[in-house]
């Protein structure tokens, strides 16, 4: 027993004499790790920082860039806040500090080129108040409710109007609200809306309504008045017919058809086929008087202006033909208009 303790005891020994040094060198080296993070004789090791610009005057919070020449930095470049383009909209100033206008040359041209302009304006302004007076135009659509009614019962029952003739004061025509003979644009523009409104509601109830059949017959109506204008123009023009008729009054004499065309679909729709042929017929025939009777005090009215002179026999006869071409012609464009739309 003694024998076998004595050699436990000595490698237990050398074990914990091995295990105290490891533990004083470990010590050690942290000794020295602290002893290098602190300063030594006020030594304090950092990174290394720029040198600081020497401080200047108070700081402006904004560039100052009122001076002619742009400012320059050490390298004798301009610096980024400086823009080296010329003033949108400013004077043009030339290096010498002088305005470029001030040269009487310049001045010249420019009151030259504005004359110009503002003659091209007034021809303008002048061709386009020859075909589009808005005056003219104010003029036809000056009515009121009763002159409504009364145009809308005289376009339906013409046969018992006496008094055709359009009245004027102080060689002006009146207002269509103070004369029923005058023309107006009012009824026909209502008209042919209400028409294409009627038309859409026509092709709705037979299961046919669709925006392109819709959009052909509205440019369908337009165009045919169109086309009935320039004709009836271009016949005046061509038999020297000198009138006072304008083009809004024919467009206005055009227009009354539309008139025509709504009793013509009502009826269709109320009372189907056999209303649709006798509103055809008795608004035909009313639309047909009251267009020969207008026309007729505009165009033979001023026969005795254009009496002398050769051919003199023929232009009564030839005016006469154009006011009965322009009424025979409205019952073609009303039933073409609006056959289509009663079945």
């Not at 005057?57 to 383009?85: I, V, W």
């Not at 003659?119 to 659509?141: A, C, P, T, W």
């Not at 009824?187 to 959009?215: D, H, K, N, W």
């Not at 001023?302 to 019952?331: C, E, N």
Request: proline share 6%; glycine share 6%; aromatic share 12%.
């Amino acid at each position: 027993m003694n024998n076998t303790e004595v050699p436990m005891k000595g490698s237990a020994w050398k074990a914990e004499r091995t295990c105290l040094a490891i533990a004083v060198s470990l010590f050690s080296l942290r000794g020295r790790q602290r002893t290098m993070d602190l300063p030594h004789h006020g030594y304090r090791p950092t990174k290394t920082r720029a040198r600081a610009p020497p401080p200047s005057a108070d700081p402006l919070l904004f560039d100052d860039t009122s001076s002619s020449q742009p400012a320059m930095n050490s390298q004798g470049y301009y610096t980024p806040g400086y823009s080296m383009a010329a003033p949108i909209g400013g004077p043009q100033v030339d290096p010498a500090g002088n305005n470029l206008f001030a040269d009487p040359m310049a001045n010249a041209a420019m009151m030259y080129g504005s004359t110009l302009a503002n003659q091209g304006k007034d021809m303008v302004n002048k061709e386009i108040s020859r075909f589009m007076s808005m005056n003219k135009l104010k003029y036809f659509f000056a009515v009121d409710t009763r002159y409504v009614v009364k145009k809308l019962m005289l376009l339906m029952f013409p046969y018992t109007h006496q008094d055709w003739e359009v009245r004027y004061h102080r060689d002006t025509p009146m207002t269509p609200r103070h004369d029923v003979n005058a023309p107006d644009l009012y009824i026909p523009t209502m008209a042919f809306i209400t028409y294409i409104l009627l038309a859409g509601m026509a092709l709705g109830i037979q299961q046919r309504f669709s925006p392109e059949v819709l959009g052909l017959c509205a440019s369908t109506a337009l165009v045919w008045i169109i086309i009935e204008v320039l004709v009836m123009l271009l016949s005046l023009y061509l038999l020297t017919v000198h009138t006072d008729l304008s083009t809004f009054d024919l467009l206005a004499y055009s227009g009354y058809k539309y008139v025509a065309m709504i009793l013509t679909v009502l009826s269709g729709l109320l009372f189907g086929s056999d209303g649709y042929f006798v509103a055809l017929a008795w608004s035909s025939c009313a639309i047909m008087f009251f267009i020969a009777r207008s026309l007729k005090m505009k165009i033979l009215s001023s026969l005795s202006t254009d009496s002398m002179g050769a051919g003199a026999s023929a232009k009564p006869r030839l005016r006469l033909y154009i006011t009965v071409a322009t009424a025979a012609f409205q019952p073609f464009i009303i039933y073409w208009l609006t056959s289509h739309l009663v079945r």
